[in-house]
């Protein structure tokens, strides 16, 4: 069976488009890969953080993990700071890597730009972080989006880069992308990509936002003016947006769904919507809640710890024997 690695930082709680374009995928692949889902919490300090705040986001997102269905008897959930190889394989990583390649990707220049008080060294060496994170566990397949391609390709560079100098010792993971329609749009803004950390909070519906209140911002999404309820992401981002969160959410195709609304206006699709995501969050709040609360939460990401250390152990230990570290026993 292939492995499958995907981390998500605690930075924030997930929003619909984070379930529909990944956690809710997660689920369904668990059953045909060996999978690691990592809390990746040191990803998260490369910007300053509240460390009871960060702690408890952490507690979050495991709970959200399983709320959308990750079977820990299946897959693998832990948080990333509890296993040492993950950091331990990085500085290896780093040190094969350019000050240059690592300058280079955007979301460093992005994240740099930001920076009012010196740029955190975590921000030039994140990419490594990440490449250790994939290849300890031998990883085969990783499901990124557009903004992770760029690094996911650094990865595989350098995974071929310790490959030739110290042998065939790590895996090299082929990018798998998202389905399509799994990229959610902001809800006042179609043309740019739905993100927990937007200072607008009209614009994304959190995991954990007050059902009705996620109702009530689907009914003031942006559309266009036309009225027609059809696909169309470049002529109607407003529309097609709410067709890709109806379908991800339910059963339904978005071939099924123009059929069905067809005939209907803007206010009646938009109000069903609004019903489908209410319940939506109803219940997945219910499942959230009986693991967030529970001592099982804890024995799970135990046994998830253990897990990943045994798995990882072996990667790093051919890897420091590869590059010299240590002592080798007679």
């Known amino acids: 069976m292939e492995t499958l690695f995907s981390g998500i930082q605690p930075s924030g709680i997930p929003t619909i488009g984070n379930y529909i374009g990944a956690l809710k995928q997660f689920r369904d692949v668990q059953e045909d890969y060996d999978c690691f889902f990592c809390i990746v919490d040191q990803h998260a300090i490369t910007v300053p953080q509240d460390r009871l705040k960060l702690r408890k986001q952490t507690r979050q997102l495991a709970a959200i993990y399983l709320a959308s269905g990750i079977d820990p008897e299946k897959s693998t959930l832990f948080i990333q700071s509890e296993v040492p190889a993950h950091v331990q394989a990085s500085w290896m990583l780093t040190t094969i890597s350019s000050i240059g390649e690592l300058e280079r990707m955007t979301q460093f220049k992005d994240k740099a730009q930001k920076q009012t008080e010196g740029i955190p060294a975590g921000l030039l060496t994140y990419p490594p972080l990440m490449a250790a994170d994939i290849v300890i566990y031998n990883t085969n397949i990783v499901p990124v989006g557009e903004d992770q391609k760029q690094h996911m390709e650094l990865t595989r560079n350098l995974v071929e880069r310790f490959n030739s100098r110290y042998n065939d010792i790590l895996v090299k993971p082929e990018i798998r992308m998202p389905k399509v329609g799994g990229r959610v749009m902001s809800l006042q803004d179609p043309t740019r990509k739905m993100s927990k950390s937007d200072d607008n909070q009209k614009n ?8 009705r209140l996620a109702a009530k911002k689907i009914k003031s999404t942006v559309t266009d003016s036309d009225g027609i309820i059809k696909f169309d992401r470049e002529n109607k981002p407003g529309i097609s947006n709410l067709l890709s ?22 206010g009646t699709f938009k109000g069903d919507l609004a019903e489908v995501v209410e319940n939506f969050l109803t219940d997945f709040q219910e499942k959230y809640e009986s693991f967030y609360n529970s001592e099982e939460l804890d024995d799970i990401l135990d046994l998830g710890r253990d897990k990943a250390q045994k798995a990882s152990f072996k990667t790093l230990k051919k890897m420091e024997r590869a590059m010299g570290l240590g002592r080798k026993r007679k």
């Open 204 to 211: 994304f519906i959190s995991l954990l936002d007050e059902p």
């Open 245 to 266: 969160i109806y379908a991800g959410l339910t059963d339904k195709t978005i071939d099924e769904l123009e059929a069905q609304y067809k005939d209907s206006n803007y």
